[in-house]
RNA sequence: GGCCCGUUGGAGAAACGGUUUAACUCACUUGCCUUUCACGCAAGCAUCCACGGGUUCGAAUCCCGUACGGGUCACCA
């Protein structure tokens, strides 16, 4: 018994952030590394903010890292709906309990009765702090009021008392007096809860036991014990999480235009990268592994190793990371991820599986393939300069007699389809011609690339290009070369 | 502004009062390998743990204060 149940909270509002992504890791960590369940609750209860599609991308996100859940509005599950806005009822008749329990009273206030007091309170100087008139009503007048149509919402009860402490695993102890704590709206006068009245009751009745959340709430779970305590219901393990960071003062934040989960994954990050660089964001192992499976992280994770601080979010870091998952796959498996890339930059026909090949081991992020193979489709303008390399000790002459050479290499291959022929061929040069292997190779990677830097070299390029246009580039070279005074 | 929380190198971080001349990873620098780049390998990179006091034989580790940063004070979550 007792099982431990967490859950992922969101609210459809639009895309994936990192900081929520890691939330949901946490909270899947937590459950699963005690043999828990791990829940999905959608918190749409603000109707304002409710973004089409939204909830796909959560089930997306989700389901792409491995982050599957055992309940969800989308599989169902013995303590449904998983919908706040399918339990509207179910707040309300809570609603009413808390009242009753002396936890929350009908407030009838407009918003504009709080402005105005909040405007009072700043022309004076003195800190705001609504003081709800609607105090003065007993139970009987405000329930009249409510049964004669009056607008209304449901608001906390906070009465003076003792400080209000709790427990949090990652911050420790934490006090807060209950007169800061200020009485807020429950129930709206739309009928729908807020997160500060749905979270505690879904909580509750969903056997949630461990609230795994980021550190913005911590000062205002005082008020949520209140309400577990006004009903004489258990309150769950708090595990308040650190914020994610885009640098030293801001939060990571799609509305800061900084990337979500898909746009990391569009720029051909890895979901499963993300979540392994993410688990590390706030958490530190105990040993000094730091490229996990999933299945690893459950086993190796404990809330008593993260941190209490923010932690930046470091796009370098997770390249590198991102670049170790590549490169630990199977050439199908990359070239498979490399295709769409590969297929946008290059048109001419040619074996892709082989480009795939020389990719992998230096590639990080899929998506800097095509800048890395533009060169394929089309040989760019280059400096004949570019020939010589002074580490190489090349000079025209030398460079001459090697495209020569290899011109003569290329005619002479009758099928081009296997490669071995003709890397043998190119790797017979050097001795032949009696040079170095650099003084040979690198002009010729300079004639079929035109480019400084590339993947593979005179070995794989000729290949790749095929017979007429690696003769054809030769030729280009050669003449630029003879051009040279 | 009140309250809550945090502060170890450029970034993630370890360290739980003594084995620390502060792990490890990314980044950076250098060297090796090598036909370029990358990969890989090796080395370097904080005289010091925001600052100031205190406790202690001994402090990055405990206490207090200051500074700085974040969070929160919505009919948003």
Same mark, same amino acid.
């Given at each position: 018994?007792?099982? @431990?149940? $967490?859950?992922? %909270?969101?609210?459809?509002t ?5 900081g /929520?992504l890691?939330?949901a ?19 749409? $209860? ?5 973004? !089409? ?8 996100t989700l ?30 008749e809570? +609603?009413?309990?808390?009242?009753e329990?002396?936890? +929350? ?6 918003? !504009?009765?709080? =402005? ?12 705001? *702090? ?14 009249? *009021? ?7 919402? #449901? ?15 990652v ?26 009245? =749905? ?30 305590d ?8 708090? @595990?308040?999480?650190?914020? #994610?960071?885009?640098? !030293? ?27 392994n660089?993410? %688990? ?14 999933l ?14 601080s923010? +932690? ?9 990371? /991102? ?19 590969? /297929? ?7 074996d ?7 990719l992998?081991?230096?590639v ?9 193979v ?19 000790k ?16 290329y ?12 890397? =043998? ?11 170095? /292997? ?5 002009p ?22 095929? *017979? ?7 030729? #280009? ?9």
């Open positions: 018994m007792n099982n @431990v149940r $967490t859950r992922f %909270a969101p609210s459809p639009g895309y994936m952030h990192i /929520n890691r939330t890791l946490y909270e899947y960590l937590v459950a699963k590394g005690q043999g828990g369940d791990f829940i999905l609750r959608i918190e749409d $209860t603000d109707q304002n903010r409710y973004v !089409e599609g939204a909830v796909e991308i959560i089930y997306d389901k792409s890292v491995g982050l599957i859940h055992d309940e969800g509005p989308d599989v169902g599950g013995d303590f449904g709906p998983y919908t706040q806005s399918e339990r509207l009822g179910i707040y309300k809570y +609603a009413v309990k808390l009242i329990a002396g936890g +929350a009273h009908y407030c009838f206030c407009s918003e !504009e009765d709080i =402005a105005k007091q909040r405007e009072a309170a700043e022309a004076a100087g003195t800190p705001f *702090k609504f003081r709800d008139p609607c105090h003065r009503y007993t139970p009987t007048e405000a329930q009249a *009021k409510v049964d004669a149509g009056s607008s209304y919402v #449901v608001r906390q009860t906070i009465k003076p008392g003792e400080p209000c402490v709790y427990h949090d695993e911050y420790g102890e934490i006090t807060v007096e209950r007169e800061i704590l200020d009485e807020s709206i429950l129930l709206k006068s739309d009928g729908f809860a807020t997160y500060n009245f =749905a979270n505690v009751i879904d909580d509750h009745l969903m056997a949630i036991t461990h609230v795994v959340r980021g550190n913005e709430y911590l000062s205002s779970t005082p008020k949520y014990n209140l309400i577990y006004s009903f004489g219901w258990q309150r769950p393990t708090y @595990v308040h999480l650190p914020p #994610v960071m885009k640098d !030293e003062q801001n939060k990571l934040s799609k509305r800061n235009g900084d990337a979500s989960f898909q746009d990391l994954v569009s720029k051909g990050y890895l979901g499963k990268a993300v979540l660089y993410i %688990a590390l964001l706030g958490w530190s192992p105990e040993t000094e592994q730091e490229i996990y499976t299945e690893e992280l459950t086993k190796a994770f404990s809330v008593a190793r993260c941190s209490k923010p +932690a930046i979010f470091d796009i370098e870091k997770l390249k590198w990371m /991102n670049g170790m998952y590549l490169r630990a796959l199977s050439l199908d498996e990359f070239h498979e991820l490399a295709l769409p890339w590969l /297929n946008q930059a290059i048109h001419r026909v040619c892709l599986k082989e480009v795939s090949k020389i992998q081991q230096r990080s992020v899929l998506g800097e393939i095509p800048e890395m533009d060169f394929i489709d089309e040989l760019p303008e280059y400096d004949v300069e570019m020939y010589f390399h002074k580490k190489m090349t000079d025209k002459e030398i460079c001459i007699r090697a495209l020569e050479a290899s011109l003569e290499v005619h002479g291959i009758q099928h081009w389809e296997s490669v071995d022929e003709l890397q =043998a061929s190119i790797q017979a040069l050097p001795e032949k011609l009696g040079l170095k /292997n650099g003084q040979v190779y690198w010729i990677r300079t004639a079929m690339t035109g480019k400084q830097f590339t993947p593979g070299g005179a070995l794989e390029m000729p290949y790749i290009l095929g *017979k007429e246009e690696a003769i054809h580039r030769t030729k #280009v070279g050669l003449h630029k070369l003879r051009e040279l005074k």
